[in-house]
């Protein structure tokens, strides 16, 4: 308990490893009763339940009304209010080796709108945040161009400047739910993914500016983090819509997420944006680097991997509700989520409440946007009765999100990479939801 009545659960006294791990439940969940069998794990992170004080309640004056608050620069750099102290990245101890090489994860059930904030944003670093004096930044560009360069930061912050709304998302995110239900959290199942505004300069301009060879084809990209992260990258597509940022939201961009510049591949998984960036090499074939040959290829059910699936498909998550952020209300409630794909726009996102008997399409609300996550809302009435609550997006390619056994059919059960199927909500009588599966 904190001074003002706040409980604050953290994921490691919320939720043992145990109580992350979820039973296998694909195929064996065929009807919404059957869910009753499911073991009651905690959800991962509880939400913030601030203790009510009657003496701050009408017709009495609040105690924040009787005296002078603190005066302006109390805060030099704006926080949350300490009521939102809980709103924070979580990761899971025991989900990787080191703290260098490993991930935290976006509190999307406390969110709403389609920008993430900047110190919201989940990381993934394979060395470690590199902190780079941007006196010191060079970007160097070689190989097949005709005029090998390097970069300072001024020079790539005097190329026109263009702003971009794009969502990263990392190829592993959802991972462990290849096999069924397992983390029991919003967060920890669609949590590597953010979206921010962007300010930088195109790539296509910086290419140009050295002159490309003939038989230029494709890109090594390469991180300054002691990772050294690499990966190949078409040509095709940094001339397309590929950035070199050096804001996020209106500010440089922060240290874990690549300062002074990454890379922005819109709609291509967060693998390929790589942070630090110090080196550009133009070659004729990709160099088929680690992290393109051993990582973030799907391994399929007769195990061969599948070469590069940059490209992020249609996924949505309803965030509310969701393990962390249960129902506590009858009657008037609202069901919110986000949709995104890396194809295009979101052009309609259906939800169910009856694991996928009917559906309805959501409303979606605030900017639709190429390539950037997308806001959707039902707006229902709820009288305690179990729910199975999944959503659906469609994209402007005409694509539909898959079911998990769908992807199944096609992909087996071996890869821990790109799952964007449709993910469900058990919310029980009490309001409490759960992570499941319906076979
Ligand atoms: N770039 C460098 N230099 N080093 C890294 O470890 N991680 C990659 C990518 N770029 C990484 C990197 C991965 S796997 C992802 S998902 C995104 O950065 C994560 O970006 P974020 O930390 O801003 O969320
Ligand atoms: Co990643």
Same mark, same amino acid.
């Given at each position: 308990m904190s001074d003002d009545g706040t409980r604050i659960a953290s994921p490691r006294s919320a939720a043992s490893r145990r109580g992350f791990l979820r039973g296998t439940l694909a195929g064996g969940l065929a009807a919404v009763g059957a869910a009753e069998a499911l073991a009651q794990d905690k959800p991962a992170a509880a939400a913030v339940v601030p203790k009510s004080n009657p003496r701050n309640l009408p017709p009495r004056v609040a105690n924040w009304s009787k005296g002078l608050g603190d005066g302006v620069a109390a805060n030099p750099y704006g926080k949350p209010v300490?009521? *939102?102290?809980?709103?924070?990245?979580?990761?899971? *101890?025991?989900?990787?080796?080191?703290?260098?090489?490993?991930?935290?994860?976006?509190?999307?059930?406390?969110?709403?709108?389609?920008?993430?904030?900047n110190g919201l944003c989940f990381e993934r670093h394979h060395g470690g945040v590199a902190v780079v004096n941007p006196v010191d930044y060079r970007?160097?560009?070689?190989?097949?161009?005709?005029?090998?360069?390097?970069?300072?930061?001024?020079?790539?912050?005097?190329?026109?400047?263009?702003?971009?709304?794009?969502?990263?998302?990392?190829?592993?995110?959802?991972?462990m739910e290849w096999r069924g239900a397992q983390l029991n959290g919003c967060q920890f199942?669609?949590?590597?993914?953010?979206?921010?505004?962007?300010?930088?300069?195109?790539?296509?301009?910086?290419?140009? *500016?050295?002159?490309?060879?003939?038989?230029?084809?494709?890109?090594?990209?390469e991180g300054g983090?002691?990772?050294?992260?690499n990966r190949s990258l078409p040509l095709e597509k940094a001339l397309d819509d590929c950035l070199l940022?050096?804001?996020?939201?209106?500010?440089?961009?922060?240290?874990?997420?690549?300062?002074?510049?990454?890379?922005?591949?819109?709609?291509?998984?967060?693998?390929?944006?790589?942070?630090?960036?110090?080196?550009?090499?133009?070659?004729?074939?990709?160099?088929?680097a680690?992290?393109?040959?051993?990582?973030?290829?799907?391994?399929?059910?007769?195990?061969?991997?599948?070469?590069?699936?940059?490209?992020?498909?249609?996924?949505?998550?309803?965030?509310n509700p969701s393990p962390e952020a249960p129902l506590t209300h009858k009657g008037r409630n609202i069901i919110s989520g986000l949709a995104w794909s890396g194809r295009g726009t979101i052009t309609r996102v259906d939800v169910t409440l009856d694991g996928g008997r009917n559906w309805q399409e959501a409303r979606?609300?605030?900017?639709?946007?190429?390539?950037?996550?997308?806001?959707?809302?039902?707006?229902?009435?709820?009288?305690?009765?179990?729910?199975?609550?999944?959503?659906?997006?469609?994209?402007?390619?005409?694509?539909?999100?898959?079911?998990?056994?769908?992807?199944?059919?096609?992909r087996g059960v071996n890869s821990i990479y790109h799952n964007n199927g449709i993910q469900t909500w058990?919310?029980?009588s009490s309001g409490e939801t759960e992570n499941v599966e319906i076979g």
């Open positions: 300490k009521f *939102e102290s809980n709103v924070v990245r979580r990761d899971v *101890e025991w989900l990787t080796a080191s703290r260098e090489s490993s991930v935290n994860f976006t509190p999307l059930y406390a969110l709403d709108g389609i920008i993430t904030p970007l160097m560009l070689h190989g097949l161009v005709d005029k090998p360069l390097i970069f300072t930061l001024d020079d790539i912050m005097r190329f026109p400047r263009y702003n971009h709304i794009h969502f990263l998302e990392c190829a592993a995110n959802s991972g199942t669609h949590g590597m993914v953010h979206n921010v505004m962007y300010t930088g300069i195109r790539l296509r301009d910086v290419l140009n *500016e050295a002159g490309l060879k003939p038989n230029a084809k494709w890109l090594l990209v983090d002691s990772a050294g992260m940022a050096f804001k996020m939201n209106g500010e440089a961009l922060r240290g874990e997420q690549g300062y002074p510049v990454r890379l922005v591949v819109p709609g291509w998984e967060g693998n390929l944006w790589v942070k630090w960036i110090r080196r550009i090499e133009v070659g004729d074939k990709p160099w088929l680690r992290e393109e040959t051993s990582k973030y290829t799907d391994l399929m059910a007769d195990g061969r991997s599948r070469r590069f699936t940059f490209v992020m498909d249609a996924k949505s998550v309803v965030t979606i609300d605030g900017p639709v946007l190429g390539k950037s996550l997308t806001r959707f809302y039902v707006d229902f009435d709820w009288q305690g009765q179990e729910l199975m609550v999944q959503s659906r997006a469609y994209d402007s390619t005409g694509y539909v999100q898959p079911t998990k056994e769908e992807l199944r059919k096609v058990l919310v029980r």
